[in-house]
């Protein structure tokens, strides 16, 4: 079945930066457009990036982390990743991989918690 | 950045029918921009329903339809069960960009 396992959350200070990771199961991983999506706390759901099946191909951010945040994949290892730099208070969420981002997104991870604070 | 829009909560009885929509500021919502719904309880992750307006995902109970209605992507659900109470989000695809609505928190009351 298909899984898919964030980690690499954590508090972290204002400013500085943070690695997440996806390790992705259960389908063939490079067939797939893969996404992160975030939900601050309370709030509703934002899309962050997207990446198409290749990493050197499409990719997508968000306005609110364009510049900060990269996304990259290694079809190798089945992993997405987002390498989040100059963490904002406003950055704080639970962040979510998932499955597409061309026309739809169907499997989520459980996600994991971000926490920008001094 | 176009502001997708969903009613902020609505309440329906047990075994009734319910339909939440999701307008573009943009203009009327159509099939391109592919609309997208999911539905989240409290603690838990979002689970996907509905896909490209109206295809089912494999797991999506028969009661959940989407459509397009009066110029905005709707989810409808029929014979509402206790565990259909969640929030509701949509989702719609602007070219490169993706945006959520702002999620229906749907009451079984």
């Known amino acids: 079945q298909v899984q898919l396992v964030e980690s690499g959350g954590g508090l972290v200070k204002p400013g500085g930066s943070l690695r997440l990771s996806c390790a992705a199961s259960?389908?063939?991983?490079?067939?797939?457009?893969m996404s992160w999506i975030r939900q601050a706390p309370g709030k509703g759901l934002e899309w962050v990036a997207y990446?198409?099946?290749?990493?050197?191909?499409?990719?997508y951010y968000a306005d609110s982390v364009k510049g900060r945040f990269t996304i990259s994949r290694d079809n190798a290892k089945n992993s997405l990743y987002l390498q989040m730099n100059s963490l904002r208070a406003e950055d704080t969420a639970v962040y979510y991989c998932?499955?597409?981002?061309?026309?739809?997104?169907?499997?989520w991870g459980q996600g994991t918690l971000v926490t920008v604070s001094s | 950045q176009p502001v997708v829009t969903q009613e902020p909560s609505l309440t329906v009885s047990p075994g009734g029918t319910v339909t939440l929509t999701c307008a573009s500021s943009?203009?009327?919502?159509?099939?391109?921009?592919?609309s997208n719904w999911f539905q989240q309880k409290p603690g838990q992750a979002p689970r996907a329903l509905i896909y490209t307006t109206s295809n089912k995902h494999s797991w999506t109970p028969a009661r959940f339809s989407g459509s397009l209605l009066g110029g905005k992507a709707a989810l409808t659900l029929s014979g509402v069960q206790p565990e259909d109470e969640a929030d509701y989000y949509c989702?719609?695809?602007?070219?490169?960009?993706?945006?959520f609505g702002g999620g229906t928190k749907l009451t079984v009351l």
């Open positions: 998932a499955r597409g981002g061309l026309r739809w997104v169907d499997f």
């Open positions: 259960g389908f063939t991983f490079s067939d797939y457009y």
């Open positions: 990446v198409s099946t290749t990493t050197d191909s499409i990719i």
């Open positions: 989702l719609l695809y602007y070219g490169g960009t993706r945006v």
């Open positions: 943009i203009g009327a919502v159509t099939s391109g921009y592919f």
